[in-house]
């Protein structure tokens, strides 16, 4: 496993020289959403359309380099309740698959994947992805396969849940991956939020629709996300997981959703602008770019 971690050093050292403009380059070369005539200049691509590619651009994958691309991969993970691995899917995932193999020097495969935690293909994947674990279900089987990879030199990222109910049902489930270790809160000068791009705060991304209806209102209210309606507003936290040697195992983004600020992107000039530009892209590559360096 440790095998596949080398290979991406060369590639991302490159990213790390892209400029910080990298995606108002890319908004002054976008038009409105086909078929929208209120759009007026607001980014071509999002999740409302039933496009099996959620709207987002298709590209090539040179053959010769198909063992060397990026593959983001979404967990499918057992659930007992609401929520569940299918959020924000495929949108999110193919538009920060996108803005990687556009903005940058990867390769990226366009069409990313999902798969089980058991599915024998995991371990040649570095960076694996679960969204809104609210109520994640693990056997004790799933749980020796996630610690046997994470502790393997894999990376796991959770994104998009929110308050201390959710916080605790999932730290129940951790412990069955991790019974003698315990999450570390990740402070700001950490290099995750500052390489490639600084983004001198922890970003808290609420879903596009509560963005909206609180776009008026007054911090902390604005960017929670208004649906968790039964406990009050919270700052965001990036809290880890770390192996022997220090290296981040499982990045756990609480109280935000950055996924939601890459699948909407599309739906407003204003909400792309406010957050995915600003927050969610610059977060997502840093992840990114952390997972596949260290």
């Known amino acids: 496993m440790n095998g596949f971690r080398r290979r991406w050093t060369t590639t991302f050292l490159i990213l790390g020289v892209v400029a910080l403009g990298w995606l108002a380059h890319a908004q002054r ?3 409105p959403r086909q078929g929208d005539p209120n759009a007026g200049g607001m980014p071509s691509f999002g999740s409302r359309n039933r496009d099996p590619r959620a709207g987002v651009p298709d590209w090539n994958v040179d053959e010769r380099f198909r063992g060397d691309v990026f593959t983001f991969v979404r ?38 994947l999902h798969m089980p935690i058991d599915d024998p293909r995991l371990p040649d994947y570095p960076f694996v992805f679960m969204i809104d674990p609210r109520s994640l279900d ?17 990376f796991l990222l959770v994104d998009d849940f929110w308050g201390n109910g959710m916080w605790n049902h999932l730290m129940g489930e951790m412990a069955k ?37 609180t776009k008026d209102m007054p911090a902390p209210f604005r ?10 507003p919270q700052p965001s936290d990036y809290r880890a997981f770390l192996d022997d040697k220090g290296r981040i195992m499982v990045l756990v ?16 000039q204003w909400f792309f602008e406010t957050y995915s530009e600003k927050m969610s892209y610059p977060m997502g590559v840093n992840i990114i770019f952390h997972a596949l360096t260290h």
């Open 75 to 112: 967990l499918e993970y057992p659930s007992s309740g609401r929520g569940g691995w299918r959020i924000d899917f495929p949108g999110a995932d193919l538009n920060l698959s996108y803005r990687l193999e556009q903005l940058s020097s990867m390769k990226v495969d366009p069409d990313a």
């Open 177 to 213: 991956v991790f019974p003698d270790r315990n999450w570390v809160s990740l402070p700001l000068d950490h290099p995750i939020f500052n390489v490639p791009y600084p983004v001198k705060m922890r970003p808290q991304v609420p879903s596009e629709d509560s963005a909206h209806r």
């Open 223 to 232: 960017t929670w996300e208004d649906e968790i309606s039964w406990e009050e």
């Open 29 to 31: 070369g976008r038009g």
């Open 138 to 154: 693990l056997s004790l089987e799933d749980a020796v396969i996630l610690r046997k990879y994470l502790m393997g030199g894999g």
């Open 253 to 268: 983004c609480w109280n935000t959703d950055l996924s939601d600020g890459w699948e909407e992107e599309g739906v407003s």
